[in-house]
């Protein structure tokens, strides 16, 4: 897509399409009221005669005869004043979902200046471009037929000014938008397509396209060097190799501490030994989505070029069940020393994660976010919404869930107090890798924070949130929005 920021007024610029909104009550944004004036009360009329509510979401779209825009799509901005940032997200899918088969080739969308609850121009601007990437995201590659292109290629945003600001705004929406559909990309990848080879040849990909980025790939003689045999017991059953992936982007000075961001890349979760229920499973295709969320927000810094340093570090395994698959009850010691008797091998995600946690120590981080389809109980506990957050840091907790507001990404923070660790005692390990019904989510936490006692750390549970299952099935791009905004914000 190409953007343009354009401070004219809207008589003055062509397009195929206008874009202004209309709330349900009370004053209109400055862009409504002048194509109203442009277009002699039409805008008025069609309120008044019930054609267009202002129910935020509502459109409508009209053609136009005699004018600089051939059409004018009208969208609802809803009742609240000011607008919450809930219903102005609301506002731009409904825009791109109408806008995205066309015919329109060229919009211009006059609705940054609607008037948002705490945000200013350029967050608007920024969520603008970023909801467009979202709408026109398609995965047709495994169809036989060749889909058509999305019609619309080209947006003007009608804006207060065209300065640097603005448009770093507009170009990190787009990365993000770009970032996310990376990340959706790879999860939706079927799994006999996407396995960990598949994945790490993916990063070095990043890499050629992006000289920021530099890749290592370790595998598996190298990892088992290293001790990671929490890691390689979930591998174990698969003939796909597992691999440990990382991403370095260095924007900044070399001696500043890197941020780490570590994802769970279970490319297909069986559940091993302790084999799932057949009903869905297809969707354990979707356990790679932390992993993928790193990528993404990795190929979101390639693009806007922070001056930070970033690691990302991705696990990735199949898990599977075999004669040489992990069996119930087998012990192992990880690359920390600690030792863990796996009680079910379904619980596959933290044995990946902590032998990565460990690994990232190494860089010695600033801090280190996890990111991992972990628990089917976060969904229970936070459904669709919500990606469940936590820490061993209050502060990075608090950062977190400010970036998950900002970037409409929300997080909802857990508790990981030292009263849970106990349910994770072994008779003859120091820890098991289950933790019984109560608080599934927090005791995998409470596992994992074994491994990240070193350093400040946070865990993202986005089981609920990675995914959609049903007719519209497919990644979300989740949480890449939330985590490049944290990323951003040490720059800022
Ligand atoms: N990948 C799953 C978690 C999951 C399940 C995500 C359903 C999304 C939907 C994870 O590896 C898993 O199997 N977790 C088990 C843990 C249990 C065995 C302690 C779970 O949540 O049931
Ligand atoms: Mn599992
Ligand atoms: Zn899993």
Not at 19 to 48: C, F, R
Not at 158 to 175: F, Y
Not at 403 to 431: H, K, T, V
Request: include cysteine.
């Amino acid at each position: 897509m190409n953007y343009t920021l354009n401070s004219k007024s809207l008589a003055d610029i062509k397009a195929d399409c206008l874009v202004v909104s209309v709330p349900e009550k009370g004053d209109w944004p400055a862009s409504t009221a002048a194509a109203d004036a442009a277009l002699n009360g039409m805008i008025k009329d069609l309120q008044k005669n019930g054609d267009i509510s202002g129910k935020a979401g509502s459109t409508l779209l009209l053609p136009l005869a005699g004018q600089p825009w051939a059409r004018l799509l009208l969208v609802g901005s809803g009742s609240e004043s000011p607008q919450g940032t809930a219903s102005y997200r609301k506002l731009l899918n409904a825009v791109f979902g109408r806008l995205k088969d066309g015919p329109s080739k060229h919009a211009l969308i006059a609705l940054a200046d609607n008037d948002v609850k705490d945000q200013d121009e350029a967050w608007k601007l920024s969520l603008i471009a970023r909801i467009a990437e979202e709408q026109q995201y398609r995965f047709t590659g495994f169809k036989s037929t060749k889909a058509p292109q999305p019609t619309l290629a080209r947006i003007t945003l009608a804006a207060s000014a065209n300065n640097k600001t603005l448009k770093a705004a507009v170009s990190a929406g787009e990365a993000i938008g770009h970032g996310m559909s990376l990340t959706r990309d790879l999860g939706n990848t079927p799994p006999n397509v996407c396995h960990p080879t598949w994945l790490a040849e993916h990063a070095k990909s990043l890499s050629k396209e992006f000289d920021v980025i530099k890749t290592e790939i370790l595998d598996e003689k190298q990892m088992k060097k290293l001790g990671m045999n929490s890691l390689l017991s979930v591998s174990a059953g698969s003939e796909q190799p597992a691999r440990l992936i990382v991403m370095e982007y260095r924007g900044g000075k070399a001696k500043e501490k890197p941020h780490v961001l570590v994802g769970k890349g279970i490319t297909f979760d069986s559940g091993g030994i302790s084999l799932k229920p057949g009903e869905g499973m297809d969707e354990m295709k979707y356990d790679m989505c932390g992993a993928a969320s790193v990528f993404g927000a990795m190929r979101a810094l390639a693009e806007i070029k922070p001056a930070m340093n970033v690691i990302g570090i991705v696990a990735a395994a199949e898990n599977m069940p075999s004669g040489t698959a992990t069996r119930p009850g087998d012990i192992v010691t990880s690359m920390s020393g600690q030792t863990i008797e796996i009680l079910n091998t379904d619980a596959e995600g933290r044995l990946v994660l902590c032998d990565a946690l460990t690994y990232a120590g190494k860089y010695d981080p600033e801090t280190v976010v996890d990111v991992a389809t972990l628990t089917g109980a976060v969904i229970v506990a936070l459904g669709k919404e919500a990606n469940g957050l936590f820490s061993n840091n209050d502060e990075l907790a608090q950062r977190l869930l400010q970036s998950g507001n900002r970037a409409c990404d929300r997080a909802w923070q857990l508790p990981i107090w030292d009263e849970y660790q106990s349910q994770l005692d072994s008779n003859f390990a120091d820890m098991q890798n289950i933790g019984g019904r109560p608080a599934g989510s927090i005791t995998a936490a409470c596992f994992l924070s074994r491994f990240t006692k070193d350093y400040r750390w946070a865990h993202l549970d986005i089981a609920g949130t990675a995914w959609v299952s049903g007719k519209d099935k497919g990644a979300t791009g989740r949480p890449v929005p939330l985590l490049v905004d944290y990323l951003l914000s040490h720059v800022q």
